[in-house]
Nanobody
Framework: QVQLVESGGGLVQAGGSLRLSCAAS????????MGWFRQAPGKEREFVAA????????NYGDFVKDRFTISRDNAKNTVYLQMNSLKPEDTAVYYC???????????????WGQGTQVTVSS
């Protein structure tokens, strides 16, 4: 498994932006599809975005609507989530995850970070 550490969460006003980072270690980063998921209080974990090993294939949750961008830097073993036009309903704990196959399903991801809190105020 790969170890994942997220950073970049925080408090932001509606309409603002945040950039989440996820640093990977312990295994060969470029082997993994990387994904972002989120979980709000009382809700199920939700798929946000995923990026393939080379970055050539991107997937986003329906709610993203061109507001978020996932990217990766295999030389730095890091995946990013740029979030723009944030809304209060984006408030959640955001998790980085790694999978050996391309997927939008949380059950396909074997390694998870500890999560980073994103809070969007109205």
């Amino acid at each position: 498994q790969v170890q994942l550490v997220e950073s970049g969460g925080g408090l932001v006003q509606a309409g603002g932006s945040l950039r989440l980072s996820c640093a990977a270690s312990g295994h060969i980063f470029r082997w993994y599809t990387m994904g972002w998921f989120r979980q709000a209080p009382g809700k199920e974990r939700e798929f946000v975005a995923a990026i393939s090993r080379t970055g050539g294939s991107l997937n986003y949750g329906d709610f993203v609507k061109d507001r978020f961008t996932i990217s990766r830097d295999n030389a730095k073993n890091t995946v990013y989530l740029q979030m723009n036009s944030l809304k209060p309903e984006d408030t959640a704990v955001y998790y980085c995850a790694a999978a050996l196959k391309e997927s939008t399903e949380a059950t396909e991801y074997d390694s998870w970070g500890q999560g980073t809190q994103v809070t969007v105020s109205s």
